[in-house]
């Protein structure tokens, strides 16, 4: 787990075993980096569920013995990014066509500003960006 700030943004940067029951662990650093940000609950809880969507979602084309997960968060005053890649180890496999069109994209798509998905043998990746301060629905 690293921290660092580059110019107004504090990025938080982990790796860790691709493992289901690692996800609470995510979750708390993750809240943790929030904080630090000066999120507010309501923007902590989203965070805390953009990242875990984001973690099934990245696992649901199957999670070999050698993938790791790593997650990368840029957190500024007015956007947070979020990127999620599984490395897929020594086991190539083939490249995921898209992500799985069910409640948790749904749930995604509704609490970020853009998505992006990219996947090959060797990696699948996740990136979401959501602005702070989102413009009224009025």
């Not at 199957?62 to 997960?69: A, E, Q, T």
């Amino acid at each position: 787990n690293q921290q660092g700030v580059v110019g107004h943004m504090k990025i938080t940067e982990m790796e860790l075993p691709a493992r289901a029951d690692l996800l609470g662990v995510v979750r708390l650093a993750v809240a943790g980096a929030g904080h630090v940000s000066r999120f507010n609950l309501d923007e902590l809880e989203d965070l805390k569920l953009i990242v875990a969507e984001a973690c099934y979602q990245v696992f649901e084309g199957g999670v070999g013995i050698n993938c790791r997960l790593q997650i990368r968060t840029c957190l500024s005053s007015d956007t947070t990014r979020v990127i999620v890649s599984l490395v897929h180890g020594d086991t190539e496999r083939e490249a995921s066509h898209g992500l799985s069109q069910g409640l948790g994209l749904t749930l995604l798509k509704h609490l970020v500003d853009e998505i992006s998905f990219h996947s090959n043998r060797r990696m699948t990746v996740l990136e979401m960006t959501r602005l702070r301060v989102r413009p009224s629905l009025n």
